[in-house]
Each structure stands twice: as C-alpha cells, then as structure tokens.
C-alpha cells in the first residue's frame, strides 16, 4: 500500500478525506499534520483527533503545525464550514492528544525513519509543507511525490481565480512548486465535479451505520437535508477525491503542464497553469521554462470516484 502523510485543516472535506484514507487497504497513514485554514489551528487538531475516533483509528499520529500562513493573518473559511469547522456536526470530544512535537518535527521523522519513499497529500494551505522544506531540504529527495488539492487551471472560490488553499498561503504553494519534488495537482477543475447524490447523503444521514451517519451529516452540512434545500445542496466529497486519485489514478486525465502561483495583485494565489499546446516556434517566449511541471487533473470520472469513496467506507449499498 502507498505510505501517506495526510496535511489538513479539517474542515468537512478534510475529514472525509481522513476517513477513506484511514479505510482504504491501499493507503498506509503514517501520520497527520494540521494546520490553519477551514478553522482555527486548535480547531482543526480537535477536528481531526475526533475524526480518527470516528474511523477508530486511534494508531495514527497527529501533529500540530502552523496556526498562520507565512505572511498573511489566517482566514478561517466560516462560511463553508461552520463555526467549529466540522459544519456543526457535534461529534463526541476525544480523549486523543496530539504528539508533542510539531508537524514539521513529524513529517519529518515520518519520512526519513520510512523505509520506502512517502507521499505527502497536502488537502489544505501549504504551510506547514513550505517549512518543512525550508527547515529539512533532504526530505525531498526521499518524497515518492506530492499531491496536492489547490488551484484551478480555470476558475477560483476564494477569489474569482483563486482557490482556497493555495489563495491562503501563496508563498507557501510557490515553495512547494519550487522544491522539485513530482507533484500532482487536484484542483478545482476536478474537485468541484465528484459528489454524493443527495438522496443516498439522506440516507447515509438516517440509517444505522455510525460512521455513515457521520459521513451523511458533513455531505449534507450546509442544508438541513430537506426537501426545500435541496437546491443547495452540493454533495461533494472535496478533499477525499484527491486521496481517491491517489489509488484510482485512470478514473482522471491528467496533464504535466507548467504552474507557477501568482503572489501580486488581483491575481494573488491563482495557479497560472500553461494549457498551451507548444509546437516548435509556437514556444518562442519560452515563458515556461522556469516554471515547475506539475501533473494536472483536468478532467474526472466523477461517479467512479464518488462510487469508490462510497464502497471503501462500507456505505456503496445503501441506496
Ligand atoms: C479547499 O479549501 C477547503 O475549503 C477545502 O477543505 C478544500 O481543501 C477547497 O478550495
Ligand atoms: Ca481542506
């Protein structure tokens, strides 16, 4: 199975991510680092820790990382998740504690101590991977790859053009890119496309299964799963589609394209990804030779993804 450090600030989508990582026989958690984003860095190690009880996974570590971006205040995203992050879904609190070394102290020692190489699935601002970088350079040549959800090769959330994670903390995304580790980009073009049905959230939300229930209730967050609401209902599994990616690569194609983030102006923490077909002389700025190769996502088979997020937690028949 493909060995994983999972970076988050869960965050509802977060934390269906860490459950069908922590389900899936093909991915190995070895650890979670958290970091501000969706919520309040405090909020976010609770949020986790609580998820990790859900999926009765009490094994795995999880690290406080960095309470802000580089340069920037943090900016929970209240209006996505809720005040608490979570939506307001009210787990049970946990008696887990978080490790008492950092998350780059973690990460590190993950990845250096592992026998094989690691792959780090970052599913929130970049920060705590920007310093890590910075403080253990070596940890990159030991890294099979990075994945990451952020970016758009088209359009933002955050801003008209910017998406969240990587808008939160550009110059922490620009260090990544520029760590010339393989790198895979989940953005938006994909994740905004990979959803549960409404009535099968419904029923997740209202049936016996525990981690179903749960599963149900951060699916449906945003509504009171009513018939009236059920225009805004969205469905999407967010940040879990990136870790699908990560065992069903084929239900996407991608492209290795050139991206670099954006740090100034309107234009602050998109990802300028170069879809130009370069042909010959077509190249002749040759603007995307400094630019970091990312593989992109551009397109999904969103039902096979959502199918296998759904059959991994056991939940694939209960519609
Ligand atoms: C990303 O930002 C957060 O709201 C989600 O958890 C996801 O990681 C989407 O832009
Ligand atoms: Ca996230």
Redesign the pocket.
């Known amino acids: 199975s493909v060995p994983v450090i999972l970076d988050v ?1 869960t ?4 934390a269906l991510a860490i459950l069908f990582a922590v389900r899936h026989p093909g991915i190995d958690v070895l650890g979670i680092s958290c970091v501000a ?2 919520a309040a860095l405090a909020q976010v190690v609770e949020n986790t820790l609580r998820i990790l009880d859900v999926a009765d996974a009490p094994g795995i570590p999880v690290a406080a990382g960095a309470v802000r971006p580089l340069l920037e205040p943090a900016r929970a ?1 209240r209006h ?2 809720g005040a608490d992050g979570l939506g307001g879904i009210a787990l049970p609190p946990t008696s887990r504690r978080p490790e008492p070394v950092g998350a780059v102290e973690l990460m590190r020692r993950l990845i250096l101590e592992h026998e094989t190489p690691v792959t780090l699935v970052a ?2 601002p970049q920060t705590n991977l920007a310093l890590l970088l910075r403080t253990y350079p070596e940890v990159a040549g030991r890294l099979e790859r990075i994945v990451f ?2 970016g758009s090769a088209s359009v933002g ?2 801003t008209a053009v910017a ?3 990587v808008w939160h903390d550009p110059e922490a995304a620009a260090i990544v890119l520029d760590a010339n580790v393989p790198t895979y980009m989940y953005g ?1 073009d994909v ?1 905004n496309r990979v959803a549960v049905p409404h009535d099968v959230a419904v029923a997740l939300g209202r049936g016996d299964n525990p981690v179903g229930r749960v599963v149900g209730a951060l699916l449906g967050h945003r509504v009171a799963l009513s018939e009236d609401e059920r225009a805004e209902y969205t469905g999407l599994i ?2 879990a589609g990136a870790v699908c990616s990560i065992v069903d690569p084929n239900a996407l194609r991608a492209e290795v394209r050139p991206v670099r983030v954006e740090l100034a102006g309107y234009g602050r923490g998109q990802t300028l990804v170069d879809l130009r077909t370069f042909a010959g002389e077509d190249m002749v700025h040759g603007i995307a030779d400094e630019w970091a190769n990312v593989e992109v996502a551009l397109e999904v088979d969103a039902e096979r993804l959502a199918r296998l997020f759904l059959d991994t937690l056991g939940l694939g028949d209960v519609v």
């Open positions: 600030d965050g509802v989508d977060d984003g969706n995203a996505v998740h599913l929130a959800m952020g959330n955050a998406e969240f994670n938006l994740f967010g940040d």
